[in-house]
């Protein structure tokens, strides 16, 4: 079974733990997305953030990446979010790669790994992108398949990131929730929820993000992710959302999270930003904002534990974070 | 209902080689999937391109961003990505480019690649501790006749490699923007010697002399002090070598300074003592 980071709840410090730093858990806080043009500056600076994460994949191999990553880890918890173990292909998992990632797991002892919904990796040609799986039987099998298989290499669980999606085939017969719902329950992994992934593929394809939410095991959520997203306009007054994390966090994402935390609870909560990476302190604005959501989250929970009486009334708070979010179709 | 494998293997063509089978197994909703396909393929190409970029920064800076895109597109189509491990994408891609007609006329162009590459597993290559001052002082203690004996192992980062352009210079030159360099380098200077190594400043890109490089080449590859010194003072290795300053104590004191060992063994006296059976480099295992 998973096991929950311990809530560092109501100590209202933002400070990194210090000792011992290593192997920390991640905390229910706003972390960052820690990319290759701040190196420097957290390194010098050792701003106050909660935890780290970044790409597994940058950091295999042992240069200036991995060094800066091993010396961060002694100050910050850090989580390893891998994009390439492609475990929606139907091919054998890349034993390479597993073993790359196993090694960099061993390595950094991370809070947390996790992964995606997804494939890329077909006949030897690694596709380069997230890609789509048909959500069908076969798929679900494929898929539990590889990641009892990585959580056996890694000798622990992982989280596996529910997907943004531009395309859907026609022969799926599992509603995405479904699908990530059984995939947590068939391996006992847990579930990242990734809101703006949620709020993208809900506009795309017309599904209800309630609905998704509803449908996701409380227990099994082990973390949240917050980015920005384009809009594409085509032609017939149709929009695609893209999933280019280049932007800050929409009001209408943001207010989805208020959602999801109201239903879930507090979590360790990632702000990314991987298209045109701005300044760090733009980061950490934006994890301020995800923080102030989740202390709003804990006082809604502690008020609700405190106040039996009102324990049906939804806080003020919750209110304010605005109407639940309208499909921009 | 296609299977899993088919349809992935039926996207493969699609991002690949635009093949528009796969678009019948998807929801259409309104926009054609080819639009919704066209994210994917663009994503795809944009990342790929950028890995080859991101390995081969100079030759991207030489070429001009245009024809780097096109002809990282044409390696892409002719050799994708294997694995999702992109820092290590891009091994053919200077043979490529070596029989890329379009460069026909920049024809040290692969050269610069190959020295790129050479950069890039050195940027990646495994963390590993130099020999220290502790070690290097027992190995300053050892009696002559052992000294001779001993055989290095190199860190995992430490290159060699021989180019027939001068790719040191103008890799340096292109990449400090260094117009007025660029210009005083003639591309038919005629070969180079070159030692690329990660140490604790960072990369480093050593233009040696032949017999220094052979030398040096001799010692990575695990061959004793006597044996590298046999060979490079011998004419089989490649005729008459240059006559030129050739220092070896200072040249190994350079690299222990440099940290491009990471440990040392002494072999078995009798054998080392012996440089003839070792002269054979068919008959040694190495390392």
């Known amino acids: ?329 | 209902m296609p299977s899993l494998a088919d349809l992935q293997r039926g996207m493969r063509r699609s991002l690949l080689l635009g093949d528009a089978a796969i678009a019948a197994l998807i929801v259409e909703d309104g926009i054609a999937p080819a639009v919704r396909l066209g994210i994917h393929r663009s994503t795809f190409g944009a990342v790929a391109t950028r890995a080859l970029r991101l390995n081969h920064p100079a030759v991207a800076k030489l070429v001009g961003d245009d024809f780097f895109e096109g002809a990282a597109r044409a390696y892409v189509a002719k050799r994708p990505p294997a694995s999702a491990w992109l820092d290590g994408y891009g091994a053919g891609f200077a043979g490529f480019l070596a029989s890329f007609a379009p460069a026909a006329n920049l024809d040290y162009l692969a050269d610069v690649a190959r020295l790129e590459w050479s950069v890039s597993r050195a940027l990646h290559a495994p963390a590993a501790c130099a020999l220290d001052a502790h070690a290097l002082a027992s190995l300053a203690a050892l009696d002559p006749a052992r000294q001779s004996a001993v055989r290095f192992t190199a860190h995992p980062s430490l290159r060699l490699l021989r180019t027939r352009a001068p790719a040191d210079a103008i890799w340096r030159a292109t990449l400090a923007s260094d117009d007025q360099a660029l210009a005083a380098i003639d591309p038919h200077a005629g070969p180079r010697w070159l030692l690329v190594a990660r140490g604790a400043p960072g990369i480093e890109v050593v233009a040696l002399s032949e017999r220094a490089w052979r030398f040096t080449c001799d010692l990575a590859a695990g061959r004793s002090l006597q044996q590298a010194l046999a060979r490079v003072g011998d004419d089989r290795t490649g005729g008459a070598l240059p006559i030129e300053r050739f220092d070896p104590a200072a040249l190994l004191g350079a690299h222990l300074a440099a940290g491009r060992f990471t440990a040392f063994r002494v072999t078995d006296a009798l054998r080392a003592a012996d440089p003839l059976r070792a002269t054979d480099p068919s008959q040694e295992i190495l390392r």
């Open chain 1, 1 to 329: 079974m998973l096991e929950h980071p311990t809530p560092l709840r109501g100590t209202g410090s933002r400070t990194p733990p210090r000792l011992p730093g290593i192997g920390s858990p991640i905390p229910d806080d706003a972390g960052i997305g820690l990319r290759f043009q701040h190196h420097r500056e957290v390194l010098d600076t050792r701003p106050r953030v909660p935890w780290f994460e970044v790409h597994s994949e940058n950091y295999m191999g042992g240069g200036a990446a991995f060094a800066c990553l091993d010396a961060l880890r002694h100050d910050y918890p850090v989580s390893l979010h891998g994009v390439g173990l492609s475990l929606g292909s139907a091919d054998a998992l890349d034993r390479a790669h597993v073993a790359r990632v196993r090694d960099l797991v061993a390595q950094i002892e991370p809070g947390l790994v996790s992964e995606h919904l997804a494939w890329s990796i077909v006949d030897d040609t690694y596709l380069a992108d997230l890609l789509p799986l048909p959500l069908t039987e076969e798929a679900l099998d494929v898929v539990c398949g590889h990641v009892d298989e990585v959580q056996a290499a890694l000798q622990r669980s992982i989280l596996i990131e529910n997907p943004s999606s531009y395309l859907r085939f026609a022969h799926s017969t599992i509603p995405e929730w479904e699908f990530m719902a059984a995939v947590a329950s068939r391996t006992g992994c847990g579930i990242l929820c990734d809101v703006n992934n949620l709020y993208v593929s809900a506009c795309n394809h017309g599904f209800d993000a309630d609905r998704y939410l509803a449908a996701l095991p409380k227990a099994a959520i082990g973390e949240f992710h917050l980015a920005g997203h384009a809009t594409r306009e085509l032609p017939g007054d149709r929009t695609l959302r893209i999933d280019d994390h280049g932007s800050r966090v929409c009001e209408a994402v943001w207010a989805l999270y208020g959602q999801a935390l109201e239903r879930f609870g507090p979590r360790p909560t990632l702000i990314e930003w991987d298209t045109g990476v701005p300044a760090l302190e733009v980061l950490l604005d934006e994890a301020a904002t995800a923080q102030q959501a989740i202390d709003r989250a804990i006082e809604g929970l502690r008020d609700r534990a405190d106040r039996p009486q009102f324990a049906t009334q939804r806080p003020p708070h919750a209110r304010a974070a605005g109407p639940a979010h309208a499909f921009a179709r």
